[in-house]
């Protein structure tokens, strides 16, 4: 039977790298759903990084109300989920906040092949950083 996670065990879950899945409200539809890397700090905010023109990067404003979950897909299964408002929508540098990104999910030398794959890409300035601030949490650990 699945039991709800400690607050300190939530938070460093959510400190752990793991994709995740971030749902976007869209007026009229359901929710846009879509996989994203990110990064959070126990106690913090979390923020995750896209392009300006993606589909969930038009969709976003500061204000917009987000739902993130993070899961282990093996067993025993777990997941935390954070529902909260955008604080803070600024374009990203690429070589900071996605080299950081980048290295969290691929390590040093995967980090730095994907940044050099993608400089052309991602340098050309519609990159954006998004801050969520974590208001609501739920979690499963089914250990």
């Known amino acids: 039977m699945a039991k709800p996670m400690s607050k300190a065990a939530r938070e460093a879950f959510l400190c752990e790298a793991r994709p995740a899945i971030l749902s976007v409200p869209q007026l009229g539809k359901g929710p846009l759903s879509s996989p994203v890397w990110y ?11 896209m392009q300006n023109d993606s589909r969930k990067g038009k969709l976003l404003e500061v204000g917009s109300r987000v739902s993130l979950c993070a899961q282990k897909e093996t067993r025993p299964y777990q997941y935390v989920s954070v529902e909260g408002p955008v604080s803070e929508i600024k374009h990203y540098d690429l070589d900071i906040d996605l080299r950081a990104m980048a290295v969290r999910y691929l390590g040093e030398a995967g980090g730095a092949e994907f940044i050099e794959a993608m400089r052309a890409t991602y340098g050309q300035g519609h ?12 979690s499963a650990d089914y250990n």
Do not use: N, Q
């Open 39 to 49: 990064d959070y700090e126990a106690g913090g905010s979390l923020w995750i990084l």
């Open 127 to 138: 990159g954006i950083k998004v801050t969520i601030t974590p208001e609501s949490w739920l």
